[in-house]
């Protein structure tokens, strides 16, 4: 069954250093997401990606953030300098229409010390 | 802005009991509900999602209805087995595929 899959599943990084997050959506998924989840808080929406452009991105999602999509199948999370409050587990997710129902990667874990 | 709530936080029940677990949000414009379960320090596995249109959707011994007017719907687990605990995950989407997650109900069944 075709999944959403991630990488790292674990990253440390210090403070200030650029970090990359990759994934690869379902092959036939033309919707993509990066969502994210602070230990013991609830998943927050990034940002949606859409036709190679952001459809839609929260508040959380500034100018140190960008998603890029290099290549017909990876979809990537680039934090330009992290800081101590971006430690959180992000996850990818794609879907297809009709019916919009997101698939979840299994996340990557990312420390920041 | 919409916002999500699940109740009970926590729940634990013995194995074989039938079960209700409960999501509310605030904007009932919405275009559909979904339910995942999360495993400690795993991703989000879908387990069902209901169209605005719907009223209630099934797979397997899990029913999850909606009633979007007045802002709720409930996942029934019929005959609790121990591999279902887990946190279960209500999240609405309102059209721009942005879902709004709840906080989560963290389910035990005990053998």
């Known amino acids: 069954e075709p999944e959403v899959t991630q990488t790292p599943s674990h990253q440390v990084t210090q403070m200030g250093q650029e970090v990359i997050l990759r994934c690869v959506p379902i092959?036939?998924?033309?919707?993509f997401y990066w969502y994210r989840q602070i230990l013991g808080q609830k998943v927050e929406f990034l940002v949606s990606f859409y036709n190679n452009e952001i459809s839609e991105k929260s508040e959380i999602f500034d100018d140190q953030f960008s998603v890029e999509r290099p290549d017909g199948s990876n979809f990537t999370l680039k934090i330009r300098s992290t800081k101590l409050e971006d430690s959180a587990m992000y996850f990818c997710a794609s879907t297809g229409t009709p019916t919009y129902e997101q698939y979840f990667g299994p996340g990557t874990r990312l420390t920041v010390t | 802005k919409q916002e999500v709530t699940q109740i009970p936080a926590a729940l634990s029940v013995p194995e074989g009991e039938n079960l209700v677990l409960n999501c509310s949000f605030t904007?009932?414009?919405?275009?559909?509900l979904q339910w995942f379960r999360q495993d400690p320090g795993k991703g989000l596995t879908s387990l069902l999602l209901?169209?605005?249109?719907?009223r209630e959707q099934t797979s397997g011994r899990l029913n999850a209805s909606l009633d979007k007017s007045s802002g709720r719907s409930t996942l029934y687990i019929a005959a609790s087995q121990p591999g279902d605990s887990a946190t279960y995950l209500c999240a609405v989407d309102q059209g721009a595929q942005k879902l709004v997650f709840g906080q989560g109900t963290r389910l035990t069944i005990n053998p």
């Open positions: 092959s036939n998924h033309l919707y």
């Open positions: 209901i169209q605005s249109s719907q």
């Open positions: 904007d009932s414009a919405i275009y559909n």
